[in-house]
């Protein structure tokens, strides 16, 4: 048996939440494998509405083991609040989750650390989310940091106060005010909480439910775009968010990956600063956000939209290898007359279909223009059904990445996907 993937192709919130819930019911297992709670991952069925940060899309599904990945940064006290919130829904978290011993742990100086560095590059911040992931990596790759297997040792919280010391030596390059105890507490008694779940060897766990020929969806966080190597450097996340990095994040061969299913939104969306060639700054991009409730689901910040791109959608499709596309929220380009998808980039007078090394290079996108379809998509329940200038929209896009569009979503609850049998 092998591990299926499933990775955002953009700069994340492309809808991976959703995709995951619906596809879970077919997979015994789910994994997250990297990424932190600065992941936003929303669910809807039933009238309600979650969004998971650090906890697989798997969960809601009775019989499904999820698994926290190594490569994951956790923050105790955010997955302390995630879990109680499940609970009270009815669902037995405690009975469907593995956490892996070595996946990182946040501390509250990292967020210290991630406000102060963000608030000292002033314009030329990143737009982190401030929630101590890039931080967490650092003292992971930097041989400082403290993993979920640690609080079961004798030492713990003389280990905790050992790097938080070494936290606050760092910040004393940084003019920025700091309580290093606010949090404290509250995080030592949340990190004891993670001992009433299962702390396992995730890469030994993994490989012994695919020896038992048990399905494994791996759930990507971010997109591809946001890859810590392949990404829009330095405007990226710290982990890598592409199929490499399903391997590192959970201890499986490059041979044991199956099926990769990218997501990709009928249109671009983007949260934070970094180059996004098709955004439209305008009336367009604004309406773009309200139609498709353009927020984040972790900070609630308003997020830059603009037209499908299709030079990076190939890329990401590339480095991943993906053998099949999902695309989410073509309902929200229902009322558009005409839409607009960038088929290569103008570079220094130049055509490619290349992305530029330059992060800061001056790209002007060349535009394929098609005629909208002007019909409410929400309703849509069969593939026969959907009106012939979408169908139009959807041959083209896999006519050019060369790769079918499997799942179409056509809204935010379950039952809104059009799972396609053929591709005719």
């Not at 008694?189 to 060897?201: G, H, M, P, Q």
């Not at 353009?294 to 499709?317: H, I, N, S, Y």
Request: aromatic share 8%.
């Amino acid at each position: 048996m092998k591990v299926d993937v499933i990775l955002g192709l953009q700069w994340g919130d492309e809808g991976k939440g959703k995709i995951v819930d619906v596809l879970a019911k077919g997979y015994p297992v789910v994994a997250r494998f990297q990424g932190g709670p600065n992941a936003g991952h929303s669910l809807q069925f039933e009238d309600k509405k979650v969004v998971l940060h650090s906890i697989p899309s798997g969960i809601f599904r009775k019989g499904t083991t999820n698994i926290i990945g190594n490569g994951v940064v956790l923050d105790p006290i955010i997955f302390r609040e995630e879990c109680a919130n499940l609970i009270s829904m009815g669902v037995p978290v405690q009975e469907r989750l593995m956490i892996s011993k070595k996946a990182h742990l946040i501390l509250p100086t990292h967020r210290i650390i991630d406000a102060a560095s963000e608030q000292s590059k002033g314009a030329s911040k990143i737009g982190s989310t401030l929630k101590g992931i890039g931080p967490a990596y650092m003292d992971k790759t930097g041989r400082n940091g403290l993993r979920v297997g640690d609080i079961l040792s004798s030492n713990f919280k003389e280990r905790f106060l050992a790097l938080k010391e070494k936290h606050i030596s760092f910040l004393k390059q940084f003019d920025f005010q700091y309580d290093a105890n606010q949090y404290e507490e509250e995080w030592l008694s949340a990190a004891e909480y993670l001992k009433n779940f299962s702390i396992v060897d995730g890469e030994y766990e993994i490989n012994q439910l695919l020896d038992d020929s048990k399905r494994v969806l791996a759930e990507g966080a971010q997109g591809s775009l946001l890859d810590i190597d392949f990404g829009s450097y330095p405007f990226v996340t710290s982990s890598n968010t592409t199929c490499a990095g399903a391997c590192t994040g959970l201890g499986v061969a490059p041979s044991k990956i199956g099926t990769v299913s990218g997501i990709f939104k009928a249109y671009c969306t983007r949260v934070g600063s970094g180059p996004f060639p098709t955004e439209q700054d305008n009336e367009t991009g604004e309406l773009l956000r309200k139609l498709g409730f353009e927020f984040g689901a972790t900070t609630g910040r308003p997020r830059r939209t603009g037209w499908l791109d299709l030079v990076a959608l190939k890329f990401a499709v590339m480095v991943s290898g993906v053998d099949q596309l999902i695309m989410m929220k073509a309902d929200v380009l229902d009322t558009i007359d005409t839409i607009k998808v960038a088929v290569a980039y103008e570079v220094d007078g130049k055509v490619t279909d290349r992305i530029p090394y330059d992060t800061y290079a001056e790209i002007t996108p060349v535009y394929k223009e098609f005629k909208g379809w002007k019909r409410d998509l929400t309703k849509v329940t069969t593939e026969e059904d959907l009106p012939f200038e979408f169908m139009n929209y959807v041959r083209f896009i896999e006519k050019e990445i060369g790769i079918p569009i499997k799942i179409i979503s056509l809204g935010p609850d379950r039952d809104q996907t059009i799972i396609r049998e053929s591709n005719n």
